[in-house]
């Protein structure tokens, strides 16, 4: 199968969490799109590695995507080492995705930093014809890193007006890892009822810096060309 985008995050929800307006409106649009979460979150202080498999499982019938998929990497301990990079390298062969959504360049969890240099080198490398898995080379045509918990500047913002229901609904399906008044679990940064509020107002205010109403921000290590003005909000 091959995909139109493919969004990785180093831990189940990080893909929800940072761009999931964007996928639910690509989806819309015809888009064929897939996840790849690098670990199970195993390490994360509420929930376990099963009942994030199954939220995951959840949140991918949200959004309608086409396929997910879990490499299964240490959470916390991954390294961007040939081990991993193949890991994603034969994934990138597999599905030839167009385009590539990762983490946020560097963030409060190391993970998310670490989860975007492997993906931008795994990338680079699966261009490589001479590394050779059985699959051919192929190097997705853009690479965007999506914004997490610090507020980066974005390069871009996407409008996802009309799909912030989806975006939050797919979040939320991660039922024991944010806020529930009846948990008994210990608190976290993202279990709080700011945060989970702050899924509608970070976009919202992104939405209003661009004239719509949510947004989703991204950024590029690269020049981003385009065709003409028109092409511009």
């Known amino acids: 199968m091959k995909l139109d985008i493919l969004a990785i995050g180093a831990h189940p929800d990080d893909v929800e969490l940072g761009c999931g307006g ?61 081990e991993n990079q193949l890991k994603i390298v034969e994934i990138i062969r597999k599905y030839q995705p167009d385009v590539i959504l990762s983490n946020a360049p560097y963030d409060r969890h190391p993970d998310h930093g ?33 914004i997490q918990w610090l507020p980066l500047e974005p390069h871009f913002v996407l409008d996802i007006t009309g799909f912030i229901d989806v975006k939050v609904d797919a979040c939320l399906a991660y039922k024991t890892q944010f806020f ?42 690269s020049y981003i060309g385009v065709n003409n003005l028109d092409s511009l909000l």
């Open 180 to 221: 529930d008044p009846n948990s008994d679990e210990p608190q976290t940064p993202i279990s709080s009822k700011n945060f989970t509020d702050s899924i509608r107002y970070r976009a919202y205010d992104l939405g209003r810096l661009i004239g719509t109403e949510a947004g989703e921000g991204f950024i590029s290590r």
């Open 22 to 82: 964007t996928l639910a409106k690509e989806i819309n649009n015809g888009k064929k799109v897939g996840i790849l979460d690098l670990t199970k979150g195993e390490l994360g202080t509420r929930g376990t590695d099963e009942t994030r498999r199954v939220e995951a499982d959840a949140a991918k019938n949200i959004l309608g995507v086409a396929i997910r998929e879990n490499l299964g990497i240490a959470d916390g301990f991954f390294l961007n080492d040939k």
């Open 114 to 146: 670490k989860g975007s240099d492997l993906v931008n080198t795994a990338i680079f490398l699966s261009g490589l014809p001479k590394i050779e898995n059985g699959l051919p080379a192929w190097r997705p045509k853009k690479h965007f890193h999506y």
